[in-house]
């Protein structure tokens, strides 16, 4: 079973955490120096581009990471896929609660109308924040499962 299994939570753990840097290195430079109605537009068209990749990729990478956990048969491995799905389950967290809302907002948005105080409710610092932060724990994640995986060979 580890033979099936490892594979597959490293190639969505790989795919979901390079899109993420992806996000940090490129996407979120550009849209952070867009003018608020550009902002809207692009965030509105990136966000939806990704729907269902990156939950299906997440959410196999922390349940994979979790069965892997009891599929291994000596310690070492099984703490670090243990701790590996605790990485992925904090990056669906973070998703979920903090970024996909933001995603959720900005599409209902017309970005030629904007409301007033948009200003004021500009998301881009709180989400760039939130993106960071899951990045990290996507990475963390990522770097984990290849020790995991080190220590089964």
């Known amino acids: 079973?580890?033979?099936?299994f490892v594979p597959l939570v490293m190639l969505a753990n790989g795919l979901s955490a390079?899109?993420?840097?992806?996000?940090q290195l490129g996407g979120w430079p550009l849209l952070v120096t867009l003018p608020p109605e550009r902002y809207v537009q692009a965030h509105a068209f990136l966000s939806t581009r990704y729907d269902p990749?990156?939950?299906?990729c997440l959410l196999g990478t922390a349940l994979g990471d979790v069965l892997l956990t009891v599929l291994a048969s000596s310690t070492g491995p099984r703490v670090l896929f243990a701790l590996a799905a605790v990485f992925a389950a904090s990056t669906v967290m973070i998703s979920i609660v903090k970024n996909?809302?933001?995603?959720?907002?900005?599409?209902?948005?017309d970005p030629d109308l904007l409301p007033a105080d948009f200003a004021d409710r500009d998301p881009r610092r709180s989400w760039g924040a939130w993106n960071q932060v899951r990045t990290g724990?996507?990475?963390l994640a990522l770097l984990v499962n290849c020790a995991a995986l080190a220590a089964l060979l």
Request: net charge positive.
């Open 1 to 4: 079973m580890l033979q099936v």
């Open 137 to 139: 724990f996507a990475v």
């Open 53 to 56: 990749f990156m939950p299906v």
């Open 100 to 109: 996909v809302p933001i995603n959720r907002w900005i599409r209902t948005m």
């Open 18 to 23: 390079g899109v993420l840097v992806g996000t």
